[in-house]
């Protein structure tokens, strides 16, 4: 079984220091929370940036600091969203591709999203995807419904992206599909054969899916982003508190846990 790719979300869009005084908000905060879990294990940041005052934000210059921090620490993939937070147009969700991050999400598909609904449409995705695919930059296709992988294997007839094709199943999202393992076992089931995938737990689900992706050849996805708790009505310390209970159990299981550079090499990032 090949080695196990951790990522780490460190900070999300929604999740609020009010929620868990350890979010990390700042480009410092993030930048030394992501260089610890780096540290610990992650070799993958899904990254978010928030302005001064706290609130998800897409501009440039702000994610530019923050990746730069970042990179100043360790050589972890940076992995932008580009689901940005609700109500963001979708030229500022697009806007940070323009940094060229080695990764940055896709999500193939409108779903609704707690009260809200989180667009789009197919038109903005193919557009995402094409923007990606000119900066040369490697999508990791979000799942938040079955149908999201049709709609990503639409993309791949039309060019627009390419094998191998790396899936994150994000799952119970209040709206999307459930947190169940038998869930997680049809979305496996349903991706092309060469494909590679993670799964984000939402909440209490991110623990009991992430030892079964283990054990099933998948990979995971912790943080904050997804779940603020260690146990249940335990707030989690830190991030990386996160990542190196994911790390133990994994060695436990008997598999190992990969570096950014192996990570690279198993999702087919051209490091060239």
Known sequence: ????????????????????????????????DVYNCYLKGASIVHLHARDEQGNPTSDVQVFRKTMDLIKSKCNIIIQISTG???????????APLALKPEMASLTCGTVNFGTGVFWN????????????????????????????????LQLQKKGLIQQPIHFDFVM?????????????IYLVESIPSGSTWSVAGIGRHELPLGVVAIILGGHVRVGFEDNIYYSKGVLAQSNAQL??????????????????????????????
């Not at 940005?84 to 697009?94: C, I, K, Q, Y």
């Not at 119970?172 to 997680?184: A, C």
């Open 84 to 94: 940005g937070a609700l109500g963001m147009t979708p030229e500022e969700r697009a």
């Open 1 to 32: 079984m090949e080695k196990l790719i951790i990522t780490v979300a460190v900070c999300g869009a929604e999740v609020t220091k009010k929620e868990n005084p350890n979010l990390p908000t700042t480009p410092e905060e993030i930048a030394e």
């Open 243 to 272: 990542v190196e209970r994911i790390v133990r159990i994994s060695l436990e299981l008997g598999r190992e846990v990969a570096s950014p550079d192996e990570a690279r090499k198993i999702l087919g990032i051209d490091v060239s």
């Open 121 to 152: 449409p197919p038109d903005l995705i193919e557009n995402f995807a094409l923007k990606m695919r000119e900066l040369g930059v490697k999508p990791e296709i979000e799942v938040f419904e079955a149908g999201m992988i049709n709609n990503a």
């Open 172 to 184: 119970g999202v209040p709206g999307g599909i459930t947190g169940n393992v038998r869930d997680l």
